[in-house]
């Protein structure tokens, strides 16, 4: 079993900037993927961010605001987010593809945390 811890969320300004932390723990043999999704009220979940091992992947919306980085030794993901927009607000979702020690291959969610930004 993996678990996910997401922190970082909060109520900041237009223009304002949050870091979003989410740190894996329990059966990891590797990760292979880390992400970051959002939802909206009323809206689908959508990709924000990716990053493996060997490249970083964004959603057009974000592209020079956000920057996702991620500690392997930690097993953690971050989420930079500046320049921030009313349209950013939603709840963000840490997400990663892990291969436990089984070799097995899973994707995890985390719980969320949501970020308010005020016009």
């Known amino acids: 079993q993996v678990q996910l811890v997401e922190s970082g969320g909060g109520l900041v300004q237009t223009g304002g900037s949050l870091r979003l932390s989410c740190a894996a723990s329990g059966s990891i043999f590797s990760i292979d993927a880390m992400g970051w999704y959002r939802q909206a009220p009323g809206k689908q979940r959508e990709l924000v961010a990716t990053?493996?091992?060997?490249?970083?992947n964004y959603a057009d919306f974000v592209k020079g605001r956000f920057a996702i980085s991620r500690d392997n030794g930690k097993n953690t993901v971050y989420l930079q987010m500046n320049s921030l927009k009313p349209e950013d607000t939603a709840v963000y979702y840490c997400?990663?593809?892990?291969?436990?020690?089984?070799?097995?291959?899973?994707?995890?969610w985390g719980q969320g945390t949501q970020v308010t930004v005020s016009s």
């Open positions: 997400n990663v593809i892990v291969t436990t020690f089984s070799r097995h291959e899973y994707r995890y």
């Open positions: 990053i493996t091992s060997d490249s970083t």
